[in-house]
């Protein structure tokens, strides 16, 4: 590497600072032909930028390998990978190698890495404050894996990634006080829905607030040992549908049929129905095919209805006796005053998928 660095390097160019920028123009490289599925070219750059120390690129290297996207799975030379990323302070790299640890189980120390080096890197991860490794050691403890289990240090990881602003984290911790404590439920719940995650996975974040957004509401509508509150379940609601949770689209969707908590509109309630049964929500379809028969909202369509009341059926039983009930009989109207004709395009449809 210094015969060829010397090569090229200008006259009078620091050999150490041309270095540092062809291991940058390496990774650059490296992650070009990775993002159009180079992934040959990808290893071979990657590996010469992290060769000269290149974290990100090290990491690249890594991952190309655990996948197998180079053509052959080599988790033990990309937990070696891994760990010089890490060792040079990489936090995604520290993650890596605490996944790759535990997805191994029983069989990590074949790659190289014990679940101890897991619990040791993960550790390190959150005390750079990724709450996403806080998540992994939080649910470590939880089950198990790895450790003896210890809720007392599940729930410390837990507070610390919701004090960091994980919303995940929060929402979990809802869950973990609602039988015991609903009060305290509800309050990690709303903090859930207000909270992001600067550092950890941004999906995870926006999962965790939509979560709490949806349970929140639903104990606001459902009396859990609180005061029920259709303004503020209605509001919780509409964040989570906007974010696109299925449940909460029919449920957001059936509030503002009703006007309760928020005005009333139907043609707006039926554009939620729709997104809810299309998003693959059980109730979501029955309630679009009830607007649909009705033709409330939409434009009457006993064909459509029929098909979506047929899509409600394919996940069974909905465990709400009111809710069942309703759904046989309006399957029991359509079948006894619509053109038999027509029903039968609509099972065509659900035959073939359309």
Not at 32 to 50: F, R
């Amino acid at each position: 590497m210094c015969a060829l660095f010397t090569a090229l390097a200008p006259i009078g160019a620091p050999i150490g600072a041309l270095a540092s920028d062809t291991d940058v123009t390496g990774y650059e490289t490296a992650l070009t032909a990775y993002e159009s599925g180079d992934y040959a070219n990808a290893l071979i750059y990657g590996k010469l930028a992290g060769a000269g120390g290149n974290a990100d690129a090290q990491v690249l290297v890594g991952y190309i390998l655990q996948k197998g996207l180079g053509g052959t799975v080599d988790k033990k030379d990309a937990a070696s990978w891994f760990k010089r990323a890490a060792e040079n302070g990489n936090t995604d790299a520290m993650l890596a190698l605490g996944e790759l640890a535990l997805d191994e189980i029983p069989l990590d120390r074949q790659v190289g890495v014990s679940t101890q080096d897991a619990l040791l890197w993960l550790t390190r991860a959150a005390d750079k404050n990724r709450t996403d490794a806080m998540l992994i050691l939080a649910e470590m403890y939880r089950a198990g894996k790895g450790v003896a289990i210890d809720p007392a240090k599940a729930q410390n990881w837990l507070l610390k990634a919701a004090n960091h602003g994980d919303s995940f984290a929060a929402y979990e911790l809802g869950n973990n006080y609602l039988d015991k404590d609903p009060a305290k439920a509800l309050q990690w719940y709303e903090k859930a829905a207000t909270q992001g995650d600067a550092q950890g996975s941004a999906q995870g974040s926006a999962q965790g607030s939509t979560l709490g957004a949806y349970a929140a509401a639903i104990m606001y509508a459902e009396n859990f040992n609180i005061k029920p509150d259709a303004n503020k379940a209605a509001k919780l609601l509409k964040q989570a549908a906007e974010a696109g949770h299925p449940a909460a689209q029919a449920d957001y969707g059936l509030v503002v049929y009703q006007g309760n908590g928020t005005k009333r509109s139907i043609d707006e309630a039926a554009k939620w129905f729709e997104k809810a049964a299309k998003n693959g929500d059980s109730e979501g379809r029955f309630l679009y095919a009830f607007t649909l028969a009705k033709g409330e909202g939409v434009k009457q369509s006993f064909e459509e209805a029929y098909y979506w009341l047929l899509r409600a059926e394919e996940t069974g039983a909905n465990g709400i006796d009111e809710y069942d009930q309703s759904r046989a009989e309006l399957k029991k109207r359509l079948e006894d005053n619509v053109d038999p004709a027509i029903l039968s395009r609509a099972r065509a449809r659900l035959v073939v998928g359309k």
